[in-house]
């Protein structure tokens, strides 16, 4: 490490080894994480954090790295829930966040960033020129662009505006080797589009360095709804009805969720139009709803869609809390969202067990399961739901996860979910990182 931090002052390169920023890039938002934070037993420290600030800077961090085989984990805001970037390696914590610059291009719809943009600045800045991201998770505030892609995100709106790999044109990503790559900006490119797959890398493959994504005119009108049903199926059916009138965001929130945001114990379904005709064409979907229309849900969930301050509570307080995100087929989804719950109450010291529905496709949508528990040993009871959550999942036709992304906390079931695809993806990995120095540690 004394050659890596001569080097890297030889080359002007930021950097800290001050314990504060050790600490401050040890750990990601995973429960378990934020415990050991409380214990003052911090999961892992880097031996250095780096901030490089342009693109030619990360790539000579990378060369660097290469050049005295010493781990690098990608950092952006540390927002990940999934153990992904976790330096047990010791090594170098590479932040994200000096790549910090933003070009707008109004005429052409597009907005061109460093990786370590936060997204509640970007947005903000869009919002006073007219214009939105539409991509919207709720972790907007604390995440960066580029762990966006790298995890595969999904926001609020992606109903209507798709993911992240819907809204991404183009990248420059930098490859372990400190190899730069860039392509040519359009709107739609020729060939084989390999950029693809940056998306949900983790900082396995690299560093996403420079992301442009689609821009889109705020809304002129907006219009929102808001149902009650007796049962999981009736309000799955009306948000397939609905599908058909392009609603820019659905939910579902089953009764214990309805009871938490609006008090009431029904399951609910909120939606928000946009666009010219937002309110004719939402018009049409009540017309269409087969549910109980009630006043005021959307405004209040919208009120509260960013507010994680639950959480930071009852962590001090030894609850354990964490959510779980799985896709499927309308036809599985029922049981799945049946099964998962139940398994999550087997687990001994689950004090909560609920869900809503979040993201829709034409064939399927995206469950968000939540739980708490106040177990004894809170880390045998973490693994234990995570493990019976994840083989009902999987069983009842559902995935291993919709936008948090695998990390260490689903790598064992990673076969599953890519099948002989995940021999190519571990040929790939050699091939672009033969060293391996991204993220070590993290793939199976
Ligand atoms: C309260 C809360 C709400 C959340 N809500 C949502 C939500 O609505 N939708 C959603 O999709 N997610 C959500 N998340 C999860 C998280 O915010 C996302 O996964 C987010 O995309 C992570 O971005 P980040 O910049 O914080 O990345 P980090 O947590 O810093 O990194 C995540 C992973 O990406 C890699 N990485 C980061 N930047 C780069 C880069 N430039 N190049 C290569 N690899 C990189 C890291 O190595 C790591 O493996 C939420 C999290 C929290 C805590």
Redesign the pocket.
């Known amino acids: 490490m004394i050659e890596v931090i001569e080097k890297l002052r030889e080359e002007k390169i930021a950097f800290s080894t001050d314990r504060e920023d050790l600490i401050a890039y040890c750990k ?2 995973n429960p378990l994480h934020q415990l050991r934070i409380l214990k003052k037993t911090p999961p892992a420290l880097p031996e250095i954090v780096v901030f490089p600030k342009s693109i030619e800077e990360l790539s000579k961090v990378l060369k660097i790295a290469n050049e005295f085989r010493v781990p690098v ?10 153990d ?2 976790t330096p047990y390696e010791g090594g170098i914590a590479l932040s ?1 966040l000096s ?1 910090d610059w933003i070009e707008i291009d109004e005429e052409n719809r597009i907005v061109t960033t460093g ?2 943009v936060i997204g509640g600045r970007l947005e903000k800045m869009l919002n006073h020129r007219g214009f939105s991201l539409r991509h919207i ?3 907007l505030f ?3 662009v ?11 709106f992606s109903t209507g505006y798709g993911n ?1 790999e819907d809204l991404v044109v183009s990248l420059k990503v930098v490859l372990p080797s400190g190899e730069i790559l860039e392509e040519r900006r359009v709107p739609r490119r020729a060939g084989v589009d390999l950029k693809k797959l ?1 998306f949900g ?4 493959l ?4 420079e992301v442009t994504m689609k821009i889109f005119e705020l809304p002129r009108e907006v219009a929102k709804l808001s149902f009650e049903y007796e049962s999981i199926e009736s309000a799955l059916g009306d948000a397939k009805r609905f599908l058909k009138f392009k609603p820019a965001l659905m939910r579902i929130f089953d009764d214990e969720e309805s009871l938490r945001y609006f008090d009431s114990e029904a399951f609910s379904l909120i939606a928000i139009f946009e666009g010219e005709n937002a309110k004719r064409v939402a018009e049409k979907a009540r017309s269409a709803s087969m549910g109980r229309e009630v006043e005021g849900y959307t405004d209040i969930w919208l009120e509260k869609r960013f507010d ?1 301050s639950e ?1 930071s509570k009852i962590g001090v307080l030894g609850f354990v809390f964490d959510t779980i995100e799985v896709s499927c087929f309308w036809g599985s989804a029922p049981k799945l969202y049946k099964a998962v719950i139940e398994a999550i109450r087997s687990v001994e010291g689950t004090v909560t067990a609920s869900a809503h529905a979040s993201h829709f496709y034409e064939s399927g949508l995206c469950f968000y399961f939540t739980f708490a528990g106040f177990p004894a040993e809170p880390e045998n009871y973490y693994e234990e739901v995570w493990k019976k959550a994840i083989t009902a999942s999987l069983k009842s036709g559902g995935n291993l996860s919709h ?3 695998i ?1 260490r906390l689903r790598r064992s079931w990673m076969r599953d979910e890519l099948g002989g695809y995940l021999e190519l993806l571990r040929g790939i990995k050699n091939l672009v990182d033969r060293n391996n120095v991204m ?1 070590r540690g ?1 793939f199976p």
């Open positions: 990601d938002f984990y990608v950092f952006g805001g540390a927002s990940g829930v999934i992904s970037a994200t790549l990786a370590g998770p709720q972790s604390c995440s960066t580029g762990g966006w892609v790298a995890t595969a995100s999904s926001g609020q992240i940056f890398s983790e900082g396995l690299g560093v996403i360095a994680v959480i936008h948090h992304g990390g993220n993290v």
